[in-house]
């Protein structure tokens, strides 16, 4: 969420930001003060996996993906919240961090069928991830219960981002949260219900966040089972929706001529990446002539 | 406002403002990615009042919602208007600085004390006295509106009411404080920026004005008409004086979105020559002499469109539109050849530069920096402007920069059609959340939202009043037609209010009962407010009205 902006006495915006700075894997560098260590390394031109942090999101500090070492810090730190401070000095691709992120890469796949997740099999490498060590997730079947997405919880990994998506970082609606306890926490609705008897609102917000494919669009989960489903031939297209007068950026994602999926910039000052049922679904009149 | 037509201010004020007035709107189904920037204002403490005759998903979220009878918000802002004055709220300097018209004013609303106004809205004194406390008080605060208070036949006074309460506050000018329309379609701010309205060329430069005119005329090569032009519904007056005989007719469904569906219907059919340019056979091509099938904006399209906060952003074309379906813009040039005027280049680009090079508060928006930029929002006179988040800021100019800002004296009028023995529920009309005005588009997505029936909504009251079952299907009765519809009971709403909305007109034709009468400055109809009846099926239809 954006932090209340100062004005000059004709309120118009003026940036009054710090500059803090800290080291990272040998370089200096200076970014600005409220940066988190991820904002900075990517400055660098770092590629920090991560799975459960979202620009438009709250950090969850759920996944540990994103871990690095902070000098003088008794843990390894989530890069993804943890805000930059004068004369930090972070390694980012230490022996320790390597383990880390590897175990957690290893446990994750014991546990969640993390093969719709994009990049996790080039991180599995990266690392030297074994995917199989501590054993395999165990089959779960997909829900299936209306006509725009799909949840399939087998690939869940609990990240909490779709609930907070539904909740108060973007939506508000607050139909899903996490239910039972240990192995057995999974993600529903009020009382178990199928989606159409609960709150939701079908915005897909929860779908457009969700890392691991687990939250699906039916086109995308149909083309995915019929093994057609090629991001490499698809194209994502920026435009603006055709119904209110909002204006929600939204970007369109095709292959072979036809829309297969519809997400917003997280950068877009309109939507912050999230967009309603309309923007989201609404797009099917145009196959329809 | 003030010259400009355009909303005031940025979502991103709205997300960091104090006080929200909601009047009209029903933001939270409506405008759902509007309503995120309300509830990051919430989020940090602000406080939504919401002015809704109904209760809705949007008044969940207000600190207080204030439910006037239809057609009583001028009674309720000059309300709101003398609790500022009495109470020491307004903001004296603003006012002899910026404005003009504060002492008329004043006298005008002298008569509608917090009781006079509850007597006439049925908002309690108490409320509206807090409301106005929230607002005068506030560092920062927003009013905006949307079809509540546009569609209604004095649509313009309702506006000027809620600007007035700004004028008297302060609350416009400066970051977080605005006046600001929800627009209901995607461009139809956009439209209005491109000079699609009656009076005004692009850029809202006056049609009337000789040196003006004169411009366009040397930058086009041809001669413009001298006097404005006809809106909608004085198009629909022109064809009953049998003066308009021919209708070119773009994206728009009026056989179905227009109030009083039956006269709108008989007038499109006679008509000496309809050509209609859609995605689809709608009800009006139907009606058509000519159908031109056209590209989809979405995602077929190269072009621009304006936001609510005046933002212009690009369309992009992603597919290609279906066999024998054409662009807009190749369509109109097509259409000027064999009218005998060459339009030239015609691609969305270099017409995008003509209408910079016409319009100043457009002229520094190039494609490349709406690109860079993610939209700019107007005025942006050149290229090195950053586009402007809130309009007006001349108003805290010490002196003052420009002509004053009025206020303007208006004084409440009841809806047209007064409820009566004969008619007695009162039919506001809405839309829900996944589905948008006659369906054409909205309804083609499988929605789990969308209830298998369109239903005429009351009041759990009202079902004992007339003696109907919920589901029973009843005749809904205007003076101008009649539809069946089958009942459902909202407790949300209050006795005597009936909702209905125009989404699937194939199954319930809602526009055959609403009343056309219109604001001659806006030419919006008065969807919000028509008189009904509903008669159980099994008593007879006494007379078929309309046709």
Same mark, same amino acid.
């Given at each position: 969420?954006?932090?209340?902006?100062?004005?000059?006495?004709?309120?118009?915006?003026?940036?009054?930001?710090?500059?803090?700075?800290?080291?990272?894997?040998?370089?200096?560098?200076?970014?600005?003060?409220?940066?988190?260590?991820?904002?900075?390394?990517?400055?660098?031109?770092?590629?920090?996996?991560?799975?459960?942090?979202?620009?438009?999101?709250?950090?969850?500090?759920?996944?540990?993906?994103?871990?690095?070492?902070?000098?003088?810090?008794?843990?390894?730190?989530?890069?993804?919240?943890?805000?930059?401070?004068?004369?930090?000095?972070?390694?980012?691709?230490?022996?320790?961090?390597?383990?880390?992120?590897?175990?957690?890469?290893?446990?994750?796949?014991?546990?969640?069928?993390?093969?719709?997740?994009?990049?996790?099999?080039?991180?599995?490498?990266?690392?030297?991830?074994?995917?199989?060590?501590?054993?395999?997730?165990?089959?779960?079947?997909?829900?299936?219960?209306?006509?725009?997405?799909?949840?399939?919880?087998?690939?869940?990994?609990?990240?909490?981002?779709?609930?907070?998506?539904?909740?108060?970082?973007?939506?508000?609606?607050?139909?899903?949260?996490?239910?039972?306890?240990?192995?057995?926490?999974?993600?529903?609705?009020?009382?178990?219900?199928?989606?159409?008897?609960? /709150?939701?609102?079908?915005?897909?917000?929860?779908?457009?966040?969700?890392?691991?494919?687990?939250?699906?669009?039916? /086109?995308?989960?149909?083309?995915?089972?019929?093994?057609?489903?090629?991001?490499?031939?698809?194209?994502?297209?920026?435009?603006?929706?055709?119904?209110?007068?909002?204006?929600?950026?939204?970007?369109?994602?095709?292959?072979?001529?036809?829309?297969?999926?519809?997400?917003? +910039?997280?950068?877009?000052?309109?939507?912050?990446?999230?967009?309603?049922?309309?923007?989201?679904?609404?797009?099917?009149?145009?196959?329809?002539? | 406002?003030?010259?400009?037509?355009?909303?005031?201010?940025?979502?991103?004020?709205?997300?960091?403002?104090?006080?929200?007035?909601?009047?009209?709107?029903?933001?939270?189904?409506?405008?759902?990615?509007?309503?995120?920037?309300?509830?990051?204002?919430?989020?940090?403490?602000?406080?939504?009042?919401?002015?809704?005759?109904?209760?809705?998903?949007?008044?969940?979220?207000?600190?207080?919602?204030?439910?006037?009878?239809?057609?009583?918000?001028?009674?309720?802002?000059?309300?709101?208007?003398?609790?500022?004055?009495?109470?020491?709220?307004?903001?004296?300097?603003?006012?002899?600085?910026?404005?003009?018209?504060?002492?008329?004013?004043? /006298?005008?609303?002298?008569?509608?004390?917090?009781?006079?106004?509850?007597?006439?809205?049925?908002? +309690?004194?108490?409320?509206?006295?807090?409301?106005?406390?929230?607002?005068?008080?506030?560092?920062?605060?927003?009013?905006?509106?949307?079809?509540?208070?546009?569609?209604?036949?004095?649509?313009?006074?309702?506006?000027?009411?809620?600007?007035?309460?700004?004028?008297?506050?302060?609350?416009?000018?400066?970051?977080?404080?605005?006046?600001?329309?929800?627009?209901?379609?995607?461009?139809?701010?956009?439209?209005?920026?491109?000079?699609?309205? +009656?009076?005004?060329?692009?850029?809202?430069?006056?049609?009337?004005?000789?040196?003006?005119?004169?411009?366009?005329?040397?930058?086009?090569?041809?001669?413009?008409?001298?006097?404005?032009?006809?809106?909608?519904?004085?198009?629909?007056?022109?064809?009953?004086?049998?003066?308009?005989?021919?209708?070119?007719?773009?994206?728009?469904?009026?056989?179905?979105?227009?109030?009083?569906?039956?006269?709108?219907?008989?007038?499109?059919?006679?008509?000496?020559?309809?050509?209609?340019?859609?995605?689809?056979?709608?009800?009006?091509?139907?009606?058509?002499?000519?159908?031109?099938?056209?590209?989809?904006?979405?995602?077929?399209?190269?072009?621009?469109?304006?936001?609510?906060?005046?933002?212009?952003?690009?369309?992009?074309?992603?597919?290609?539109?279906?066999?024998?379906?054409?662009?807009?813009?190749?369509?109109?040039?097509?259409?000027?050849?064999?009218?005998?005027?060459?339009?030239?280049?015609?691609?969305?680009?270099?017409?995008?530069?003509?209408?910079?090079?016409?319009?100043?508060?457009?002229?520094?928006?190039?494609?490349?920096?709406?690109?860079?930029?993610?939209?700019?929002?107007?005025?942006?006179?050149?290229?090195?402007?950053?586009?402007?988040?809130?309009?007006?800021?001349?108003?805290?100019?010490e002196p003052r920069v420009g002509p004053p800002a009025p206020f303007h004296v208006v004084h409440p009028e009841p809806p047209v059609e007064a409820l009566t023995p004969e008619y007695p529920l009162r039919l506001t009309t809405g839309r829900r959340l996944s589905d948008y005005n006659t369906g054409v588009q909205s309804g083609a997505f499988a929605s789990p939202l969308r209830r298998a029936l369109e239903t005429i909504d009351l009041a759990p009251q009202d079902l004992v009043r007339f003696g109907v079952r919920e589901g029973e299907r009843v005749r809904v009765r205007s003076r101008r037609g009649a539809v069946e519809a089958p009942v459902r009971a909202d407790p949300r709403l209050p006795a005597g209010l009936a909702f209905m909305t125009l989404h699937r007109p194939e199954q319930v034709d809602t526009n055959l009962l609403t009343i056309e009468a219109t604001d001659p400055r806006a030419g919006t109809a008065e969807f919000k407010a028509a008189a009904i009846c509903i008669e159980r099926l099994d008593v007879p239809l006494q007379s078929e009205p309309g046709e």
């Amino acid at each position: 969420m954006a932090a209340g902006s100062p004005t000059d006495p004709t309120g118009r915006l003026v940036t009054l930001r710090r500059k803090v700075q800290l080291t990272i894997d040998g370089a200096t560098l200076s970014v600005s003060e409220g940066s988190t260590i991820l904002d900075a390394a990517k400055s660098l031109g770092i590629d920090t996996p991560t799975l459960c942090f979202a620009q438009n999101l709250t950090p969850a500090n759920a996944c540990r993906v994103c871990v690095v070492e902070l000098e003088g810090a008794r843990t390894l730190v989530p890069s993804c919240a943890r805000r930059v401070e004068p004369g930090m000095v972070v390694h980012t691709d230490s022996a320790r961090v390597r383990d880390a992120r590897r175990t957690v890469l290893e446990l994750l796949a014991s546990s969640v069928d993390m093969s719709a997740t994009p990049k996790f099999a080039e991180w599995c490498e990266r690392y030297g991830a074994r995917p199989t060590r501590f054993g395999t997730p165990t089959p779960r079947p997909v829900v299936d219960d209306n006509a725009l997405f799909v949840r399939d919880y087998a690939k869940c990994m609990l990240c909490y981002k779709c609930v907070e998506a539904c909740g108060d970082d973007a939506q508000h609606t607050f139909a899903i949260a996490v239910a039972g306890r240990g192995a057995h926490a999974t993600i529903a609705t009020e009382l178990d219900t199928p989606l159409p008897d609960s /709150a939701c609102v079908f915005c897909g917000n929860c779908v457009g966040v969700c890392p691991t494919g687990a939250l699906q669009f039916r /086109a995308e989960h149909e083309l995915r089972e019929a093994d057609a489903w090629d991001e490499s031939r698809q194209s994502q297209i920026d435009t603006i929706c055709p119904y209110c007068g909002v204006g929600c950026s939204l970007t369109l994602h095709v292959q072979d001529e036809r829309i297969v999926k519809v997400t917003s +910039p997280v950068g877009s000052e309109v939507t912050h990446g999230h967009l309603c049922v309309k923007g989201r679904f609404g797009f099917e009149y145009l196959g329809k002539r | 406002m003030f010259g400009a037509g355009g909303g005031t201010s940025s979502y991103r004020e709205v997300g960091e403002t104090d006080v929200v007035l909601l009047w009209g709107s029903n933001a939270r189904e409506t405008h759902p990615i509007f309503f995120h920037h309300v509830l990051r204002a919430i989020d940090r403490g602000a406080r939504l009042y919401v002015i809704d005759p109904r209760k809705t998903p949007s008044t969940a979220w207000a600190t207080r919602h204030l439910a006037p009878h239809v057609g009583t918000d001028i009674e309720l802002a000059h309300a709101v208007a003398h609790v500022l004055i009495h109470e020491g709220l307004v903001d004296e300097t603003f006012i002899r600085r910026a404005t003009a018209g504060f002492e008329d004013f004043k /006298a005008s609303v002298e008569r509608w004390t917090p009781e006079a106004a509850e007597a006439a809205t049925s908002v +309690p004194a108490a409320l509206i006295r807090e409301m106005a406390r929230d607002f005068g008080r506030a560092d920062r605060a927003m009013i905006c509106w949307t079809l509540g208070i546009t569609e209604h036949h004095d649509a313009v006074d309702n506006v000027l009411s809620l600007i007035n309460l700004a004028l008297l506050t302060g609350h416009v000018g400066k970051w977080g404080s605005g006046v600001n329309p929800l627009r209901g379609q995607n461009n139809v701010q956009g439209g209005g920026d491109a000079g699609a309205l +009656p009076h005004k060329l692009p850029g809202f430069q006056d049609v009337e004005d000789d040196e003006i005119r004169a411009r366009y005329e040397r930058a086009w090569g041809a001669t413009i008409p001298p006097k404005k032009g006809w809106h909608l519904t004085d198009q629909l007056h022109a064809m009953e004086r049998r003066e308009l005989r021919a209708l070119y007719c773009l994206g728009e469904n009026p056989a179905q979105s227009e109030a009083d569906a039956h006269r709108v219907r008989k007038l499109l059919r006679e008509l000496d020559h309809l050509v209609v340019q859609d995605l689809f056979l709608t009800k009006t091509a139907e009606l058509a002499h000519v159908v031109l099938p056209a590209a989809a904006s979405l995602g077929e399209s190269e072009g621009t469109v304006t936001n609510s906060e005046r933002r212009v952003q690009r369309l992009r074309r992603a597919v290609p539109p279906p066999m024998g379906a054409r662009d807009d813009i190749w369509i109109i040039a097509e259409l000027s050849k064999r009218l005998g005027h060459d339009l030239g280049t015609t691609h969305a680009e270099a017409i995008w530069d003509e209408m910079r090079a016409l319009s100043p508060m457009h002229r520094g928006m190039s494609y490349a920096r709406l690109e860079a930029l993610g939209g700019i929002q107007w005025p942006c006179p050149d290229e090195t402007h950053p586009g402007t988040p809130f309009l007006h800021d001349r108003l805290w100019a010490e002196p003052r920069v420009g002509p004053p800002a009025p206020f303007h004296v208006v004084h409440p009028e009841p809806p047209v059609e007064a409820l009566t023995p004969e008619y007695p529920l009162r039919l506001t009309t809405g839309r829900r959340l996944s589905d948008y005005n006659t369906g054409v588009q909205s309804g083609a997505f499988a929605s789990p939202l969308r209830r298998a029936l369109e239903t005429i909504d009351l009041a759990p009251q009202d079902l004992v009043r007339f003696g109907v079952r919920e589901g029973e299907r009843v005749r809904v009765r205007s003076r101008r037609g009649a539809v069946e519809a089958p009942v459902r009971a909202d407790p949300r709403l209050p006795a005597g209010l009936a909702f209905m909305t125009l989404h699937r007109p194939e199954q319930v034709d809602t526009n055959l009962l609403t009343i056309e009468a219109t604001d001659p400055r806006a030419g919006t109809a008065e969807f919000k407010a028509a008189a009904i009846c509903i008669e159980r099926l099994d008593v007879p239809l006494q007379s078929e009205p309309g046709e």
